[in-house]
Antibody
Framework: QVQLVESGGGVVQPGRSLRLSCAASGFTFSIYGMHWVRQAPGKGLEWVAVVWYDGSNKYYADSVKGRFTISRDNSKTTLYLQMNSLRAEDTAVYYC???????????WGQGTMVTVSS | QSALTQPRSVSGSPGQSVTISCTGTSSDVGGYNYVSWYQQHPGKAPKFMIYDVSKRPSGVPDRFSGSKSGNTASLTISGLQAEDEADYYCCSYAGSYPWVFGGGTKLTVL
């Protein structure tokens, strides 16, 4: 069964760090680009970051560039998002998603909630 | 990069058809045939519905169809059913700023 399971969310103070994980199963993780997409409470979806299938390329939304780092470990079939210098506006449900061809996201995890608050 | 523009809400009665628009620019929607659509029920993860403007993944009913004209993409749902009530998001590949979503549209089935 193709599945993505996020973990690592929680409540964190502004300026602190948090690392999210996304465990993949049921498919050949190492041949797919992988993304993080977030959704603030009551708001729409916002693309956050992508990492190429082999980790060779990474791109970020302007809103997180320089603060967040996406990475992957193909041997562990796991995607990561290291989030530093967190701000209140980073509060959101964070989804990992598998890239379908170039344009789309075909498999999504259930999401993990990150709350940045003092 | 600005979010793509979608109507906040649309509605229709069971059996009717509705169309949701998604307007971008020549740098995203108009520049690539890489528009996708997602359905999201409250408290759930998004579900993949359409890719490459008009292609349906396996398992998605053919009541759902996509199209594009210029800088505007559209999702049409025909034969509305109660379970279609959800939020719908468009997304476009945008080249140098890879992916951008629309603000979302709430579909109400009357």
């Amino acid at each position: 069964q193709v599945q993505l399971v996020e973990s690592g969310g929680g409540v964190v103070q502004p300026g602190r760090s948090l690392r999210l994980s996304c465990a993949a199963s049921g498919f050949t993780f190492s041949i797919y680009g992988m993304h993080w997409v977030r959704q603030a409470p009551g708001k729409g979806l916002e693309w956050v970051a992508v990492v190429w299938y082999d980790g060779s390329n990474k791109y970020y939304a302007d809103s997180v560039k320089g603060r967040f780092t996406i990475s992957r470990d193909n041997s562990k079939t796991t995607l990561y998002l290291q989030m530093n210098s967190l701000r209140a506006e980073d509060t959101a449900v964070y989804y990992c998603a598998r890239q379908w061809e170039l344009s789309a996201f075909d498999i999504w995890g259930q999401g993990t909630m990150v709350t940045v608050s003092s | 990069q600005s979010a793509l523009t979608q109507p906040r809400s649309v509605s229709g009665s069971p059996g009717q058809s509705v169309t949701i628009s998604c307007t971008g620019t020549s740098s995203d929607v108009g520049g690539y045939n890489y528009v996708s659509w997602y359905q999201q029920h409250p408290g759930k993860a998004p579900k993949f519905m359409i890719y490459d403007v008009s292609k349906r993944p396996s398992g998605v009913p053919d009541r759902f169809s996509g199209s594009k004209s210029g800088n505007t993409a559209s999702l049409t749902i025909s034969g509305l059913q109660a379970e279609d009530e959800a939020d719908y998001y468009c997304c476009s590949y945008a080249g140098s700023y890879p992916w951008v979503f629309g603000g979302g549209t709430k579909l109400t089935v009357l």
